[in-house]
């Protein structure tokens, strides 16, 4: 199962990650989040997917809970090393399928950062975003854009491969999809879905306020983010 994988590789990516200080947070990730926070100060911010727990003292600066949800345990130890003395922060185990381990109407903002390409479907999470937040909560999505391998996918039609891009199609088959990632030393697996894929689950139930589409190329998107406020 994709949700498995994470303990397997929880090390490496630790490391890679560290306290954000890698490009793809520090200049792309982060700033978005931010922006979309404003200078506001939160009663409750849910980190959902977690991961090494990078962002949850930022996010504690900032508001009087924060919660972080991750289904790995060897990423959930690296997150409670990391808030160690943090009286505000605490972490759930939590598969993001399922129900979230929170009350209706109880949370300011959820944080998906990275996440939802690695979920096999989205509705529950959708569902599960708008019963915990209050009315006028913010909800984020960061993931990898899905036209990021499309040059890949391009370069492949005409037999030049792409050594990362293990599976690859059509930009409209969604799907599991496997490629080489954490800096060259994994082969994740992960949910191939299109724009539309993404944000129609959430506009069912939400009002879709901003979208960013980052490159670090400045030729294929790398960064598809979106900020969600509870109608
Ligand atoms: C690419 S990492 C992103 C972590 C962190 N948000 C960041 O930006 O550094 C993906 C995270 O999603 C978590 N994850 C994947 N599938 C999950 C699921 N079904 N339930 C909970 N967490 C999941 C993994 O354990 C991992 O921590």
Not at 16 to 36: A, K, Q, T, V
Not at 71 to 93: M, P, Q, T, W
Not at 135 to 158: K, M, N, S, T
């Amino acid at each position: 199962m994709v949700v498995n994988q994470w303990d397997k590789y929880a090390e490496i990516f630790d490391r890679g990650i560290g306290n954000g200080e890698e490009d793809l947070h520090r200049n792309y990730l982060d700033p978005l989040i931010f922006s979309y926070l404003g200078q506001k100060k939160y009663t409750t911010i849910v980190d959902a997917g977690c991961g090494n727990g990078y962002l949850l003292n930022k996010l504690a600066k900032i508001s009087t809970y924060v919660v972080g949800l991750d289904y790995s345990d060897k990423l959930l130890k690296a997150s409670k090393e990391r808030i160690v003395g943090s009286k505000n922060i605490s972490l759930l185990k939590t598969d993001l399928t399922q129900r979230l381990p929170i009350k209706d109407n109880s949370t300011d903002v959820v944080i998906a950062n990275m996440v939802l390409q690695y979920l096999p479907q989205i509705e529950s999470f959708a569902k599960e975003c708008y019963r915990i937040l209050k009315p006028g909560g913010l909800l984020l999505i960061l993931v990898d854009h899905p036209g990021h391998y499309l040059y890949a996918r391009a370069q492949e039609l005409i037999g030049k491969k792409d050594p990362h891009f293990l599976e690859s199609g059509s930009y409209f088959k969604e799907g599991k999809r496997k490629k080489k990632s954490l800096w060259n030393k994994a082969i994740l697996e992960y949910y191939h879905r299109t724009v539309s894929g993404y944000i129609n689950p959430f506009n069912l139930l939400f009002k879709l306020v901003k979208v960013d589409e980052n490159t670090q190329d400045k030729e294929t998107p790398r960064i598809l983010a979106m900020k969600f406020v509870k109608k």
